[in-house]
C-alpha cells in the first residue's frame, strides 16, 4: 500500500480517521476550555497547566493495570465505549460549582481511560490494514492529529470566548459523543484480537512478555528516550526566547508534519532500517547549534530540520509491529503511547531543572547531547532487518 487513495478505499479506514480526527479536536477544545476554566477559579499557573496535561502521568498507571483490555475487548464496542466516558467526564468537568479537586479527579480517571483508548485504536489500525500499510496508515493519523490540534486551539478560543468555558467544554463533549456514534455505526464487530478476560495481573504478564524480547526492548527504548529528550527541548521554547516561543513551536510543528509525510510516503522499505537512525540523530543534532546563540532564523531552521526526525516514530513503530505477535499489538501500542508520555514529563522536567541551574541555551544542548548518545547506544539492539507484516513469535 503506497498511495492515499488506496488507504482510504480500505474498509473502515475512514471510519477509524474520522474518530481519531474528531476526538483530538474534542480533547484539544476541553483542554484549552479548562485550563481557562482553572486558571480562573485559582489564579495559578501550575494548576491551570496540570488541569490541562496532567492526565498524561494517570496513562501511566493504566499501561500497568488497564492495557490487557485493548486486546480482549471488541474493538467497535471498546471505541464507542470510550468515546462515551469521554463525553460524559467532559459534561462533569462543565458542572458549575465543581471544586478544583474535583475537576482533577475527573481528568485523572480520563488519563486512564486514554490509556486504554491508544492500545485500542493503534491495535485496530493494525487489524484493519493489509501487510505493510501500517505505517502509511499511522502516518496520516498523525497528521490529521497535527492539523486538528491547531484547528481545535483557534476554534476553542473562539468558543472559550464566545460561550465561555464551560460551553466549551459542553462543545466538547458533543464531538466526543459525535466520535462514537461513527465507532459503532463504522466500524465493523470484530472479536478480540486476544483470549481471555482483562485484568491487572494479565497486564503484567504481557507487559512482562513484551519487555523480555531484546529486540522489542531496544525498539520501546529507541521510541521512548531520544524524542522524549528533544520534547524536553521544546519544553523551554519560552524561557530560551520569550517573544518567539510561538512561532517556534509552529515550525517544529511544520517540521514533524513533514516527517509524518516522508516516513510515510517517501521512504522505500530497504531504506528504513537505516532511514530510522538517521532520522533520530537529525531529530537531536541540530539543537547542538543552540547554545551558541544563533540568530533566529538560524534556531528557527534548526528546529524545522530537526522536527522532520520524529518521522523515526513511524518507522520504529512499524518494527515494533513486525516483532509483536498480533494478540498482543494493541497493548504493545498502548505501551509504546504511555511510556512515550511518561518520557516526555520525565525529560520536560529535567529541561527545567537544567535550565534553572545553567540556562536554557545550555539545557537543549544537554538534552540534545543526551539524546545523540542514548540513539548511538541503541544502534547494534536494532541491526536485524525487519520486514513489515512479518509477526515475531517470542
Sequence with gaps: MRTYRELFRTPEYPALFAIVSVQVAATTVSGLALGVL????????????????????????GALVLLSAADRLPPRAASAGLALVFGAGTTVLAVPGLPVW??????????LAASLGGGVRYGLLNEILPEGGYLLGRSVLNMSVGVQQIGGFVVGGVLVSELSPRGALLAAAGLFLLSGVVAWGGLSSRAPRADGRPSVAETWRTNRRLWSSRERRHVFLALWVPNGL???????????????AGALFAVAALGMLGGDVLSGRFVPVAWRGRVEVGMRLLLAAPYLLLPWRPPLVVVAAAILVASVGYGAALLMQERLMAVTPDEM????????????????????????AVAQVTSPATAMGVLAAASLLVTLALVPGLRTEVRPGRSSRR
Excluded at 489564579?43 to 498507571?61: N, T
Excluded at 474535583?102 to 488519563?111: A, K, P, Q
Excluded at 498502548?334 to 520525565?346: C, D, F, K, P
Design 38 to 61: 482553572v486558571y480562573g477559579a485559582t489564579g495559578s499557573p501550575l494548576l491551570s497547566a496540570l488541569s490541562m496535561f496532567g492526565s498524561s502521568f494517570a496513562q501511566v498507571f
Design 102 to 111: 474535583g475537576v482533577f479527579v475527573v481528568v485523572l480517571g480520563l488519563g
Design 230 to 244: 528533544i520534547v524536553g527541548c521544546e519544553s523551554i521554547y519560552v524561557p530560551y526566547s520569550p517573544g518567539h
Design 329 to 352: 499489538s494493541g497493548q504493545a501500542l498502548g505501551l509504546q503511547s504511555a511510556g512515550m508520555l511518561t518520557m516526555q514529563g520525565v525529560a520536560a522536567a529535567l529541561a527545567g
